[in-house]
């Protein structure tokens, strides 16, 4: 696991990614990401598989330091949790 990247999947939901299980497969799975900044339980699940796809092919470290400093208000105000 790693500090950043796509939340874990069960093997079931792995079958929600369909063609693009290959790019989730690609990256370890993370603490925080872009689908925990972006809005979590106030996305579908579609929206998450998109956002893991865009993390993947788009990943560098400038990114990942963004969604750390943007996981920290996340947390803080919950938005997206239920």
Same mark, same amino acid.
Do not use: C
């Given at each position: 696991?790693? *500090?950043?990247? +796509?939340? +874990?999947?069960?093997?079931?939901? *792995?079958?929600?990614?369909?063609?693009? !299980?290959? %790019?989730? /497969? !690609? !990256?370890? +799975?993370? *603490? @925080?990401?872009?689908?925990?900044?972006?809005?979590?339980? $106030?996305?579908?699940?579609?929206?998450?598989?998109? /956002? $893991?796809? /865009?993390?993947?092919?788009?990943?560098? %470290? %400038?990114?990942?330091?963004? =969604? =750390?400093?943007?996981?920290? +208000? !996340? /947390?803080? @105000?919950?938005?997206?949790?239920?």
């Amino acid at each position: 696991m790693s *500090l950043v990247g +796509p939340r +874990p999947v069960v093997q079931d939901e *792995l079958e929600n990614y369909g063609s693009t !299980a290959r %790019f989730y /497969l !690609a !990256a370890r +799975p993370g *603490l @925080t990401g872009l689908w925990q900044v972006s809005g979590r339980s $106030d996305t579908t699940y579609a929206e998450r598989v998109r /956002l $893991d796809r /865009l993390y993947v092919s788009r990943w560098s %470290f %400038f990114r990942d330091v963004r =969604i =750390i400093a943007m996981t920290v +208000p !996340a /947390l803080l @105000t919950s938005k997206g949790a239920r």
